[in-house]
């Protein structure tokens, strides 16, 4: 599987966001650009509603924006985005 | 040209003189309030024979109780293990002075008006103080600690002012210096992230002023986390042995809390 990191920047919708992105995993299949759209097929932000047809583009943009996440990829839908799971990365501190 | 960022050192007697210097550790115009001969050596030296005989495949275990923000997506494992660490911990201070009750004790003594205890939530106690063992090249990489903003869902998140106090059980024989930057976090220094843990060295390029300390065996330090810091690589066959425990508070709150 392939697996992006990066920040979340600009939220486009209730499911999709785009990711500026600052690591790559070694051995990906695809190529990635500095900035790729990204679809939530599932998250663990205990702070986002537990089922993502719950979620609203604010509460995705309270919770994610900013935020440095690691997106699995899953697949691409039909408009391009990368339907990802998306998880917190690693620990800022202690 | 980096310039040194001022420490505050007083002696464990000194402490109720001095009781107004935490505001100059939160606010940034000194790096750490060390607070010398906090606790006996004897007494570490005790929890260390302990710790040793506890760990004997040493490299392998590198802390003794939980921290939060190792479990920020498993909330119930987090308190689980807190309860269990409770227990170890206790075996650990046996017969001793539990150093955590010091450290409450003594920040009484930095807030008289406030009550200090460790932080409840749902009725289920946090986990208090952590054991972190440095050995031979282990380091910490520049980070720092805000539970605001990792750990939204936990009820610490909400006080506004985290300090962070840490005893030193044992130093290396060299290396292991904590080393700090006058330079708080921002939002915007995600972008520094590294993938496992803390940030890189590019988020403090701007910052003017650091400190290196390498405290003493029983030294308590108290520092604000939410301005970066590191630790540099343990060199010799010393573990560097800290007992870490957090707290937070608001101004004119009438609480402290504790955590792990």
Known sequence: MDIIWGNVGKVLSDQTFE?????????????????????ISETDFMSLPADINNYTKELVEENLSGVFVKCEIKDKDEEGNWISSVSHSGQGGY | MLQSWPSITIDQNEILENNKKLSKIIDGEFSVLIIKN?????????????????TPNQHQIKKIGVSLVSHITRKVEYFAEADKARKTLREIFFELEDPRKKIHSTLSKFFPDKEISIAVENSKKYACGVIRLHEFGDSAAIHRDNVSYEAKNNDVSKFPIQLSTVLYIQQSENGGELVLYKKSWEKSDERFRNIEFGYKRDVVANSTQHVKIKPNQGDLIIINPNYYHEILPVKGSKRRITLGLFLAFSKYGKKVVTWS
Do not use: V
């Not at chain 1, 990711?19 to 790729?36: A, F, M, P, V």
């Open chain 2, 38 to 54: 906090f606790y006996d050596k004897d007494s570490c030296n005790t929890i260390i024979q302990r710790i040793n005989s506890n």
């Open chain 1, 19 to 39: 990711l500026n992105l600052t690591h790559r995993k070694d051995g990906n299949k695809n190529t990635y650009s500095d900035i790729e759209k990204i679809r």
